[in-house]
């Protein structure tokens, strides 16, 4: 893969960087920059060797055309204040303004473009419609630079289009993100423990696959335990239930068993009354579910405390962990308990710890944690998925 050595001369070169600075936002403020922290050093490199810099990503998912809610300006501003430096901003993405203050750019500057996907030719099903789009982007630089991580499994325009009309490489971030993913796939140290939660088992069922013949354990929680549960006969009342993957979960567990494989499941559960930070709450062994005073309206919303210290106890005891998918529903206290042992679990390894997932990112710092004490956050949900799965990836592809 192409990285920014191999780039030509930098000073005074226009150069457009991809980059995954979709936040969550709440009206205008963000709650929760990581994304843009990431973005930062392969930004600095660019501003430190001269370049002119065009930033541009997607922000949530507006459909094709402008939408005030998911403008990119109040991350420019926070840009700026993590480069300490001013960075322009211009709502457009392409089109005379855009072109306009490309051309005013100076080197070392930088300017933040509006979101992509408020042009349809970005996320376009059909070729032409987003080979014509990267067609006007590229006419905003002389060199691409890929460093939107998150978005690097998506065939779209800027991330897979883009990058064949241009000189082009991957950043920084989308280095370190691969640096750590290659360790958890090529020889990861033993014992190897993956920890998967978070709602859908269907989300999921790739990486146990490909995971399967490469742990030496897999800790099951979150919404996706409801579906092993039933799968082994228990009750799970009102619980998140697949019915379609009950099956697959059958096979999985005959699959680990001839491996060597342990799948660990939750012994007790939190049983709430309801779907609500108000609701009743009881702990009930995970085979007696329904014995409690709400009976089949019972629902699971996180791993009980004896879980939590088993599951807690097996993550200390691994040389490499990767965990996906909060316990339980940790955006109401009430049921957080199992996602913040398991974060600080990890912050106890010996080796290397791994967090993939937009929701897991956000659980570990809304409950507190600070990214240094993990081996890695990963910017990228998905794309972590996927490079675990062994899927090749449209973004990675065309850098190579
Ligand atoms: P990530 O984004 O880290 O990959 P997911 O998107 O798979 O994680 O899952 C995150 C969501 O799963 C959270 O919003 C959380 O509330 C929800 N969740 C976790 N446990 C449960 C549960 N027992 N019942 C319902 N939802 C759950
Ligand atoms: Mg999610």
């Known amino acids: 893969m192409r990285t920014l050595k191999d780039l030509p001369e930098l000073s005074g070169t226009r150069v457009i960087v991809r980059c995954d600075l979709n936040v969550p936002l709440d009206g205008k403020t963000i709650t929760d920059d990581g994304r843009v922290r990431a973005s930062v050093p392969t930004l600095m490199y660019l501003i430190e060797r001269g370049a002119k810099v065009i930033v541009i990503s997607h922000l949530g998912r507006p459909e094709g055309a402008p939408d005030p809610q998911y403008s990119l300006e109040p991350v420019a501003k926070r840009l700026g204040e993590l480069l300490g430096k001013p960075v322009g901003f211009v709502e457009e993405t392409v089109g005379a ?31 032409a419609g987003r080979e014509e789009f990267a067609k006007d982007l590229s006419e905003l630089g002389d060199v691409f630079v890929s460093d939107g991580f998150g978005v690097v499994h998506r065939k779209q325009a800027s991330v897979y289009d883009l990058p064949k009309l241009l000189p082009s490489a991957a950043g920084l971030l989308i280095e370190a993100e691969l640096k750590v993913l290659e360790r958890l796939t090529d020889s990861p140290e033993k014992p190897y423990v993956v920890v998967l939660g978070g709602s859908k088992v269907s989300d999921k069922l790739g990486v146990i696959d490909h995971l399967l013949p490469r742990v030496n354990k897999i800790l099951v929680g979150g919404g996706m335990v409801f579906t092993f549960l039933t799968a082994l006969g228990n009750k799970v009342g009102s619980s998140l239930l697949e019915k379609d993957q009950i099956e697959t979960c059958l096979g999985y567990l005959a699959k680990a068993k001839e491996l060597g494989v342990e799948i660990v499941l939750p012994t007790d559960i939190v049983v709430a009354s309801k779907f609500g930070a ?113 899927k090749t990836m449209p973004g990675l592809e065309v850098l190579k």
């Open 97 to 127: 303004k855009a072109s306009r203050a490309v051309s005013e750019l100076g080197s070392g500057e930088v300017l933040v473009l509006e979101n992509l996907r408020f042009n349809p030719g970005e996320t376009a099903k059909d070729d």
């Open 278 to 390: 108000d609701a009743e709450v009881q702990i009930t062994s995970a085979s007696t579910m329904e014995e409690t005073p709400f009976g089949d309206k019972g629902l699971g919303l996180d791993i009980g405390p004896d879980s939590a210290k088993l599951f807690a106890d097996n993550i200390r005891s691994a040389k490499t962990v990767f965990w996906n998918g909060p316990m339980g529903v940790f955006e109401m206290d009430k049921f957080a308990n199992g996602t913040r042992e398991v974060a600080k679990a990890l912050t106890e390894v010996h080796g290397l710890s791994v967090v993939g997932g937009g929701d897991s990112a956000a659980a570990v710092r809304q409950l507190g944690f600070e990214d240094n004490q993990f081996g890695h956050i990963s910017t990228g949900g998905g794309a972590s998925l996927e490079y675990l799965e062994g």
